[in-house]
């Protein structure tokens, strides 16, 4: 049973950077065909894929974020992380990690399995 547990600071002051933790049990995050994400959702809003990285250690990121995020990996400890920089108000969530199924033959995505639980974020002075 793979198993993810986001950590991080709860409280972020507007233009610092958050930094949140995604601990892995139960699986790799350097096994084939899955990549490591990270989503979050707003008040009242959507899920917003904000990027992942790959078994191989590759990174995507959604474009509307503007170069903001970054992804990162420490595979010794099997953790991937999320640092979102200049963050504003807009950026409070719950901010979850997640795993996404990638088809082995053109690396479309499958889905998304197993989610963290997620952890509430809030941006304030």
């Known amino acids: 049973q793979v198993q993810l547990q986001e950590s991080g600071p709860g409280l972020v002051k507007p233009s610092e950077t958050l930094s949140l933790t995604c601990t892995v049990s139960?699986?790799?995050?350097?096994?084939?065909?899955?990549?490591w994400s990270w989503v979050r959702q707003s008040p009242g809003k959507g899920l917003e894929w904000m990027g992942h990285i790959t078994y191989r250690g590759e990174t995507y990121y959604n474009p509307s974020l503007k170069s903001r995020p970054f992804i990162s990996r420490d595979t010794s400890k099997n953790q991937f992380a999320l640092h979102l920089t200049s963050v504003t108000p807009e950026d409070a969530a719950v901010y979850y990690c997640v795993r996404e199924v990638i088809a082995a033959w053109d690396s479309s995505s499958v889905g998304m399995d197993y989610w963290g639980q997620g952890t509430q974020v809030t941006v304030s002075s």
């Open positions: 139960g699986g790799s995050i350097t096994t084939n065909y899955y990549y």
